[in-house]
């Protein structure tokens, strides 16, 4: 009787142990990276055929995901410019780095296009090194179009740490609750 459990229990550990080895070869994890950032959840390869997570990827290269009725993803990922102007006495200039402590008056020009999912809203924010944000723009409803311009009001804001500074612009799909990153520009403050 004892015999029997035993060659039972090694035939069972057998075929579990087989079937563990047969489905590590059939999948593998991969790393991925995006402009030298790696994503924090991993891709896997299926019989010679990359899965990668989507939500992830598309978030990293700021773009709009959504789920059609029929089991189909989009991805869009418009085509925007920012440019940051600065005001002062002799004119306006375009500017990407500043000195720690100065306080600039400046606007953004922006320019998008390719942009094919519609929109509900609209904002733009500053975030200095220390991660603490300002929202300077935002619109609601603005006009859905494929090809856009924009230019936001004239803020006046002070550079008072070190560091990189990012200009961030954030589109709401029409039927979406959530925010996407389209575009971020970097000032530096040193």
């Known amino acids: ?9 090694v035939i069972l550990l057998s075929l579990w142990g087989g079937s563990m080895i047969f489905a590590d070869t059939v999948s593998q ?3 991925v990276s995006v402009n030298g950032s790696t994503l924090s959840e991993t891709g896997i390869v299926v019989d010679g055929t990359t899965f ?7 978030d990293t290269l700021n773009a709009f995901i959504s789920w059609g009725d029929n089991k189909q993803v989009n991805i869009n990922k418009p085509n925007i410019h920012m440019m940051t102007m600065s005001v002062n006495s002799s004119g306006v200039y375009p500017f990407q780095a500043v ?11 922006v320019h998008g296009d ?8 609209a ?11 300002k929202e300077f723009y935002y619109e609601s409803n603005p006009e859905n179009l494929s090809i856009f311009q924009l230019r936001t009001k004239e803020l006046k804001y002070k550079f008072g740490s070190e560091g990189e500074y990012k200009v961030r612009m954030y589109m709401m799909p029409g039927k979406s609750s959530e925010w996407t990153l389209v575009s971020e520009k970097l000032i530096f403050s040193k």
Do not use: C, H, W
Not at 99 to 109: H, W
Not at 114 to 121: D, R, V
Not at 123 to 131: H, L, R, S, Y
């Open 1 to 9: 009787m004892r015999f029997k459990k035993v060659l039972i229990s």
């Open 29 to 31: 994890r991969i790393k």
């Open 52 to 58: 990668l997570p989507i939500r992830q990827l598309a």
């Open 99 to 109: 000195e720690k402590g100065s306080t600039v008056t400046f606007y953004v020009l």
């Open 114 to 121: 390719s942009l094919n999912t519609p929109i509900s809203a």
């Open 123 to 133: 904002k733009m924010e500053i975030v200095d090194p220390g991660n603490t944000a």
